[in-house]
């Protein structure tokens, strides 16, 4: 696509709910990167996939946070047991080819709001 | 432990005037920074860029000056255009690391 697509744009769940969210990124860039803006902060790293596989996913904050990008092209990230604090702004991102210094290409954004 | 620091949160800036916006850092393996704009409701766009290997780099009005020694960066624009009006956010990486760290940005607001 022309740029990167991230649904839904707003969700609004319950503590204790599971939650996916989506990103299709540009055709053809490899690189895919997940960011969380909380209120108030900048962009903060959570995973990066080159291709299919997770090459860094130091940033996810603990085991309830997973994402998958099964064919290297779209990818989920799932949320499992909400809590209050995982309201943020999630941010996917693209780059052609993933090498520290490629500039990103973000999506709009998935804002989650959990009551 | 913010390694990426924007002191100031908000920023006016009459038409036709500089802009100034400052960014400093606390990790000296950075060598790579990029500052992204952020309009309501889209996702950041990269801007412009600077390697640790020089202190300025110019793209049309905008210009960011890197001091090494000193850990700190700004961007410069000039001259200032209301569609400028947008949060500007500060990043740092060290070259082959795909994590960008962020700072928590600046509100430029541009008056007509």
């Known amino acids: 696509g022309a740029g990167v697509s991230q649904t839904p744009s707003n969700k609004v769940t319950e503590k204790g709910k599971y939650v996916e969210l989506r990103c299709d990124p540009i055709?053809?860039?490899?690189?895919l990167y997940w960011y969380r803006q909380s209120l108030g902060q900048g962009p903060e790293f959570l995973i990066y996939?080159?291709?299919?596989?997770?090459?860094?996913d130091s940033g996810l904050p603990n085991d309830r946070f997973f994402a998958v990008r099964p064919e290297g092209s779209v990818s989920t990230l799932k949320i499992q047991r909400t809590e209050r604090g995982d309201s943020a702004v999630y941010l996917c991102a693209s780059s052609l080819q993933g090498t520290g210094a490629n500039v990103l290409t973000f999506g709009a954004g998935s804002r989650l709001t959990v009551l | 432990d913010q390694q990426v620091k924007q002191n100031s949160p908000s920023l006016s800036v009459q038409e036709g005037r500089i802009s100034i916006l400052n960014c400093d850092y606390t990790?000296?393996?950075?060598?790579?920074f990029l500052w992204y704009k952020k309009y309501p409701a889209e996702g950041p766009t990269f801007l412009i860029s600077i390697s640790s290997i020089k202190d300025k780099n110019e793209d049309g009005r905008f210009t960011v000056f890197l001091n090494k020694s000193a850990k700190h960066l700004s961007l410069h624009i000039v001259p200032s255009q209301p569609g400028d009006s947008a949060v500007y956010f500060c990043a740092a990486t060290d070259f082959g690391n795909e994590k960008l760290t962020f700072g928590t940005g600046t509100r430029l607001t541009i008056i007509p």
């Open positions: 990790n000296s393996m950075f060598d790579y």
């Open positions: 996939f080159q291709g299919t596989g997770a090459a860094d």
């Open positions: 055709s053809g860039h490899t690189a």
